[in-house]
């Protein structure tokens, strides 16, 4: 069977999403609940007082569900003791144990904690080269996950866990990419596959999540996902993150673009921001964000657009002399929305008027706009936000673009610092993707298109990547900076700063 590159229908905005509740420990999810604010530990599983101090650093700001990395059996049992130190410190936030490739894990997990996520690209699949699949052998392959995932699901249903089905970018199956390519419709497609074993199973305490560290993969592949659900009417609640952002204001720049673009559109019911900084860094971040949508008034219409694989929009115009001027500090993107549809989406020029305008509610709701494909240009008052903006989107580069992930217990180097020399030393490098990842377990898959990678391995080691190829295999840390830009030279691809 060949490969199937879908145009993607998505319907929204319609309202804010109605969404079931589901009850993670003593939190909900969806429903009638506020938008709920997680974060993720950076420490080893197995050093349980540092991750118990850290979960308390978190939960101290405002994190209410705290995520710990389990990359294996040990780790996973290790979290009977994690919760065990916080009872006795009287904290009693929810778990959620973070599974990637380790069946076993998850179900020890399920046991302990009140939530576990699974990556539906890595939970059962086998990463197989296979790159056609006929009917049946995808039914079988889709039988092997159900069989696989039962024992998950009876030991939820038996403890009360929630599910994540947290699907990435970066590391879909080889079975979905065979047949969906590695798109935001394969994302949704994957998700609902486990959805649908799930609710077979008479399983549906379910939360979803599209993550890409491109915003515009992660805007498209949650509004196909929602759409898909609609169809069935299904309410399952929506985690919402930029994943990989990287740090400082554009690490900011593209989660408020990212997350705040779909709350605009009343998706998201719960939100992480990833920085690749100290975890208790992202909390005051995904507050903001909250605050800035925790009132959103419902959308009035509904639209459908549908977009092609490439993201393919109409040309943009030249000249802007017809263009109307939207200013987005005057008026609600509902209304311009409404206004714009009633004119048969002839896309304008954004402005900004008004300085202090909530950051926030100007990145997102003008995000928003450009994935409605109703923008053509951006005037905002701050030229570096808009340049910012405009980079996160993916609309016009200024720089290199870095994506670097937040780190977890399975990083075994100073990704914070190297993250910094990297960017110190490459950011000039217009147009060039540079990832700098915490791990090899998920770092290769995660960095998805970068051009470079610079991806942790054994202690205070690294790997080197051109594209999906190793060059440099856990060589030290210290020579490592000097290598990528060795590389980068011999690739005709370096420029001295002027
Ligand atoms: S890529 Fe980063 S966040 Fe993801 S598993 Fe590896 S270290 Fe953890």
């Avoid at 990463?127 to 092997?144: A, F, H, M, R």
């Amino acid at each position: 069977m060949n490969k199937i590159i879908p145009s993607w229908t998505i319907s929204n905005p319609i309202s804010r999403r109605t969404t079931k509740e589901v009850r993670v420990g003593n939190i909900g999810i969806g429903g009638n609940n506020p938008i709920r604010i997680q974060s993720m530990t950076n420490t080893d599983t197995m050093d349980t007082i540092a991750t118990v101090e850290q979960t308390l650093r978190l939960v101290d700001k405002g994190c209410e569900l705290v995520r710990i990395t389990a990359s294996n059996v040990q780790a996973a049992q290790n979290l009977y003791n994690i919760k065990n130190e916080l009872a006795k410190r009287n904290c009693y936030v929810p778990l959620i144990a973070d599974i990637h490739f380790n069946p076993k894990a998850a179900e020890i997990a399920a046991e302990i904690v009140e939530k576990v996520r699974i990556n539906p690209g890595n939970y059962t699949d086998r990463n197989i080269s296979k790159i056609e699949y006929s009917d049946s052998e995808y039914k079988q392959e889709l039988e092997k996950i159900s069989e696989r995932l039962f024992p998950l699901i009876e030991i939820c249903k038996k403890n009360n866990t929630a599910i994540r089905i947290g699907t990435n970018h970066g590391s879909l199956s080889q079975r979905i990419m065979a047949r969906y390519g590695n798109t935001p419709f394969a994302m949704a497609t994957s998700a609902m596959e486990f959805v649908e074993i799930c609710k077979n199973l008479d399983f549906e305490n379910l939360v979803l999540s599209m993550k890409s560290s491109n915003v515009k993969v992660m805007h498209y592949a949650t509004r196909i996902l929602c759409s898909m659900m609609q169809e069935k009417d299904l309410q399952f609640p929506i985690h919402l993150g930029v994943t990989e952002a990287g740090n400082e204001f554009e690490g900011r720049v593209k989660s408020m673009c990212g997350i705040g673009s779909l709350l605009a559109l009343g998706i998201g019911d719960t939100i992480r921001v990833s920085l690749t900084e100290i975890p208790e860094n992202e909390i005051p971040v995904a507050k903001d964000i909250v605050a800035a949508y925790s009132n959103i008034s419902p959308l009035q219409s509904e639209k459908t657009i549908t977009l092609n694989s490439e993201f393919e929009k109409r040309q943009k115009p030249t000249d802007f002399s017809n263009s109307e001027r939207i200013d987005i500090c005057k008026e609600s993107v509902e209304s311009i929305i409404e206004r714009l549809k009633a004119s048969s989406y002839p896309a304008g020029i954004i402005v900004q008027s008004d300085k202090d305008f909530n950051l926030e509610r100007l990145l997102g709701n003008t995000t928003a706009l450009i994935m409605e494909s109703m923008v053509d240009k951006v005037e905002l008052c701050d030229s570096l936000l808009q340049a910012e903006l405009l980079q996160a989107t993916g609309e016009e580069i200024y720089k290199a673009e870095f994506i670097a992930c937040p780190s977890c217990g399975r990083t075994k180097y100073d990704i914070q610092s190297a993250l910094a020399k990297v960017k110190e030393k490459c950011k000039h490098l217009k147009g060039l993707k540079i990832a700098v990842m915490g791990c090899i377990v998920n770092g290769p898959g995660e960095m998805a298109d970068a051009d470079y990678g610079y991806i942790g391995g054994l202690e205070n080691k690294v790997h080197l990547y051109r594209g999906k190829q190793l060059v440099h295999s856990n060589i030290p840390e210290d020579v490592a900076l000097n290598l990528l830009i060795d590389m980068i030279k011999e690739d005709g691809k370096w420029q001295d700063v002027i």
